[in-house]
């Protein structure tokens, strides 16, 4: 940060020194993301070096969101950059991304199992301002039912049922999320399927997944399509540790 201490002192002209951060340092960007960030954001005279630093976030954002000190962004600058509609990200990760920077602000695990009534309410109060910027509706079902759908306590509830009308509604393909509860045991298995049932036939996707959780999302596993030609049979052959012989407490199918 000794670029910004020379422009305090006044030794070095501010226009000069942006000009040769942005032609010939920008890696400087790199080196601490957020810290450069907040340092510009928070001081109006630097104009062309916070438009570069936007525009580079933007472009590559990574540079942000796989950074160590991500956690560390201040709640504005966060709005501020997911308000971009040219953010350079997957939607799902933007939402990875956020659970990530909301558990570190609240000191709290990513286990949703572990979660008490409070716990709920403070991640909801934290993420509240940030949930409508988020296109969920952009993210494929299989993310949506291992990635969001396991955090359903803590979004809104109709947020959770448009997703899931139009993931089992869409193109009238019939497809099927199941979820079932091993009697006697913490263990949960199920599946999506983007298709219907019918037809003794493969069928072609790259979305069906089987999900076999033995003790919270930590322990998750998952079996996706290897094969897109053969995705979805009525087959039983593929191993992901879900027991052969079982006795079902509860299910959902949606």
């Not at 570069?52 to 600058?77: G, Q, R, T, W």
């Not at 988020?134 to 969001?148: L, M, R, S, W």
Request: with cysteine; hydrophobic share 40%; net charge negative.
């Amino acid at each position: 940060m000794s670029y910004f201490r020379f422009i305090y002192c006044g030794n070095i002209e501010l226009k000069n020194l942006q000009e040769f951060l942005i032609e010939h340092q920008a890696e400087f960007l790199f080196q601490n993301p957020t810290g450069i960030l907040e340092t510009v954001y928070q001081h109006e005279i630097f104009t062309d070096l916070w438009n570069f630093c936007l525009e580079k976030v933007c472009k590559e954002p990574n540079i942000l969101f796989s950074s160590d000190e991500f956690i560390n962004l201040k709640s504005p600058l966060l709005e501020l950059l997911l308000k971009r509609d040219d953010l350079n990200i997957d939607e799902i990760e933007i939402w990875e991304g956020l659970l990530k920077w909301c558990f570190a602000q609240q000191n709290m695990s990513n286990d949703p199992t572990k979660w008490s009534k409070e716990d709920i309410t403070k991640i909801e109060k934290e993420l509240y301002r940030f949930i409508p910027l988020i296109q969920f509706y952009d993210i494929k079902p299989a993310d949506f039912f291992y990635k969001v759908y396991c955090y359903k306590d803590i979004l809104p509830q109709d947020l959770i049922h448009d997703l899931l009308n139009i993931i089992l509604n869409c193109d009238n393909k019939g497809a099927t999320i199941w979820v079932a509860k091993i009697k006697d045991s913490t263990q949960l298995i199920g599946g999506y399927n983007p298709f219907d049932w019918d037809g003794d036939a493969w069928k072609i996707t790259t979305e069906s997944l089987l999900f076999n959780i033995t003790d919270g999302v930590d322990t998750a596993k998952l079996g996706y399509v290897n094969h897109t030609n053969f995705a979805v049979y009525c087959k039983d052959d593929y191993d992901i540790g879900i027991l052969t012989n079982f006795e079902v407490e509860d299910y959902e199918v949606f």
